[in-house]
């Protein structure tokens, strides 16, 4: 039995179960990628939601003072600086100040 038409044909019809494993681990890494970076992408969304309609009840300009003092914060007590943006639920501060500032524009 060969797996002509999976995505590996490399592989070599030699070891079909090779192909086989190759191609259950790639759809199962796809199938786990997907569904996060979909969720990531909606968390940061409604968190400049969240941002702006913070920026309507208190003022931009406390909004923005308010997120440079929390950078200030997690920047003296991060443990790490790298980050994957796309696999992030959070922007990174200074887009959401730079989003707040062109609201207010």
């Known amino acids: ?3 002509d038409s999976l995505p590996f044909p490399y ?3 030699s070891f079909p179960i090779l192909q086989l494993i190759l191609t259950l681990l790639t759809t199962s890494l796809l199938l786990l990628l997907i569904p996060t970076l979909v969720t990531c992408y909606f ?3 409604m968190e400049l939601e969240a941002d702006m309609e913070a920026a309507k009840l208190c003022g ?3 909004c923005i003072r308010t ?3 929390l950078d200030s914060f997690s920047r003296r007590y991060a443990t790490s600086t790298r980050r994957i943006p ?3 639920t959070h922007l990174s ?3 959401r100040v730079e989003k707040l500032q062109n ?3």
């Open 43 to 45: 968390a940061r969304k």
């Open 67 to 69: 997120l440079r003092k």
């Open 86 to 88: 796309l696999m992030s």
């Open 60 to 62: 931009i300009d406390i």
């Open 103 to 105: 609201k207010l524009l």
């Open 11 to 13: 592989a070599g019809s």
């Open 93 to 95: 501060i200074k887009k």
């Open 1 to 3: 039995m060969y797996y």
